[in-house]
């Protein structure tokens, strides 16, 4: 157990309708510590994200970030947080400073202009400051949210599928960057991805769930040899087809 | 362990810096958006030719009613757009965030309701005095219809209409995040409904009888009264503005109270995975 959390997350349940999309689930991540959550298509890690943002509510449980009651002081603990997404546009019609600007700002910042630079310089994207957001690649807007979700030096930094649809070279960038917040800025990292490499270079601990339970939580190699599985994707590949066959069995039982 | 730079500033101080940052987000849109001046220039302007010629062709059949039609028509629709614009303002500011899937973004930082709700209607202010400004002066300038002719009882009016205004944008707001993008049409059409029944440019005994009590349920028929009485040279009528004063407060309590329920349900639903 971490001894100083920025994530206490107890017992979080979530239904969508008749589905249960998180089943009690804890998450406890260390100050500085590098998670990651992972889980088949439809596992929860998306809810889970989304609860821990403050953006879903969950029906059962709770959930602290650096000792701030999320549900009763939603704003304050949001300045402790970072959050980028592959899948998340830019604002549109702005530049990338004006962007960046604008969440510095957001996040409390009077003047984020020399955390603007560095984040553009940490990721080697600082030749993009003044481009249209509209005239970026999926892969450069990827990298502009990051240097954005960074730029207020959050305690927990949260990722969801931060690599999709990156080719290697900018993949790359985005793994060294994140390791680099996370050892000079003391920033915990919680990432979903369904890349394995990602998660084996970036994350010390992981945490699997299938079907809204944490079904696995270890460092990669205990997991594996836990599995009796090679590496990660291994496993992965055997928790998708169990997650499969439950998912099967509970819509020929309803 | 270093702490987040935010805890540098004060929280008043934090909580006006993400207001300022929501409404030049906001003039980005604008600026860089040049269809979008359309709602503050050219719609106003051809609301003041239409309205100002119709004044000009009704009123001609006696001495002093062109002067009287102008004054209905003109300051109505003068007034008119202190909602339009105001409720246009604040809702097309939440719709961009959908429009542009841009919302979970923004939900995830430290904004609170009502700051976002303030950064937006802070710059939606500023499309007010442009859109009114412009037809101020086309009236000016077309029909010789000096709208601050009418005084200083314009003021609580026009204060009244923009609380009303804000009021139906905080409704439309709630309905969207209940029933997503589809109810946006709401927007628009929430006008359309509420003009006629107003008595913008006529008196409530003007309508069929049926809808008469609706128009007097309504804060925006009181301040169109008034109006009229600033029109008709009759002073301002205080009684009528009080009416339309405490409609219009109960009309935005209620309407904030609608949005903080949808939004929760919002929440507790997970309807934030529409717009991702």
Redesign the interface.
């Known amino acids: 157990m971490p001894a100083?959390p920025v994530l206490d997350a107890r017992g979080l349940v979530?239904d969508?309708r008749r589905t249960r999309a998180v089943d009690g689930i804890d998450v406890v991540v260390g100050?500085g510590e590098r998670v990651a959550l992972l889980g088949p298509n439809g596992a929860g890690k998306?809810?889970t994200l989304?609860m821990i943002?403050?953006?879903?509510?969950p029906?059962e449980g709770s959930i602290s970030i650096c000792g701030i009651d999320l549900e009763r002081h939603?704003?304050?603990a949001?300045?402790?947080?970072g959050?980028a997404?592959g899948?998340?546009?830019l604002?549109?019609?702005?530049r990338v400073r004006?962007y960046l600007q604008?969440?510095g700002?957001?996040?409390?910042?009077?003047d984020p202009g020399a955390?603007i630079e560095e984040g553009l310089e940490r990721f080697r994207i600082a030749h993009l400051a003044d481009a249209m957001g509209t005239e970026l690649s999926s892969g450069q807007r990827t990298l502009i949210g990051i240097v954005r979700s960074t730029?207020?030096?959050?305690?927990l930094l949260v990722l969801d599928e931060p690599t999709a649809s990156l080719d290697p070279d900018v993949a790359l960038r985005v793994r060294e960057g994140l390791i680099e917040v996370a050892a000079n800025?003391?920033t915990a990292l919680l990432m979903t991805s369904h890349d394995m490499t990602d998660v084996e270079h970036v994350c010390e601990r992981v945490l699997f769930l299938s079907a809204g339970r944490i079904v696995a939580d270890g460092t990669p190699a205990s997991i594996a040899a836990a599995y009796g599985r090679g590496n990660l994707e291994g496993v992965f590949l055997h928790l998708a087809d169990r997650h499969q066959a439950t998912t099967s069995q509970q819509s020929d039982h309803p | 362990m270093t702490l987040p730079i935010a805890s540098e500033l004060s929280p008043r101080a934090r909580s006006w810096l993400r207001m300022r940052a929501i409404a030049r987000r906001h003039a980005y849109v604008l600026v860089r958006s040049p269809h979008r001046l359309f709602d503050v220039t050219l719609w106003p302007l051809v609301d003041v030719v239409l309205f100002g010629s119709l004044a000009a062709f009704v009123g001609k059949s006696s001495a002093t009613g062109t002067e009287k039609a102008s004054g209905y028509l003109l300051a109505g629709i003068v007034l008119w757009h202190v909602i339009y614009q105001s409720q246009i303002a604040m809702s097309t500011g939440f719709l961009e965030e959908t429009w542009t899937r841009n919302l979970l973004n923004m939900m995830v930082t430290p904004v609170r309701e009502v700051e976002y709700v303030a950064g937006v209607a802070m710059f939606g202010m500023i499309k007010l005095v442009m859109g009114v400004g412009v037809m101020v002066i086309g009236a000016l300038a077309f029909f010789s219809f000096h709208v601050w002719s009418l005084g200083f009882g314009l003021i609580p009016i026009a204060v009244t209409l923009l609380v009303v205004g804000w009021a139906i944008s905080l409704l439309v707001i709630g309905l969207v995040l209940r029933f997503g993008t589809g109810a946006e049409a709401l927007a628009w059409g929430v006008m359309f409904v509420l003009l006629p029944l107003s008595g913008v440019f006529y008196p409530t005994n003007a309508l069929p009888t049926i809808m008469r009590p609706i128009a007097l349920a309504l804060p925006t028929t009181h301040a169109f009264t008034a109006l009229r009485g600033l029109v008709d040279g009759t002073g301002l009528n205080w009684t009528q503005v009080a009416i339309a004063a405490a409609g219009s407060v109960v009309m935005l309590v209620l309407a904030a109270w609608f949005l903080v329920r949808m939004l929760t349900m919002f929440r507790r639903r997970g309807y934030i995975t529409r717009y991702t």
């Open positions: 100083e979530k969508y100050a998306t809810t989304l943002l403050g953006v879903v509510q029906d939603r704003s304050r949001a300045e402790c947080i959050f997404a899948y998340l546009p604002t549109e019609r702005m004006e604008l969440y700002q957001l996040y409390g910042l009077a955390r730029l207020h030096r959050p305690r800025e003391g």
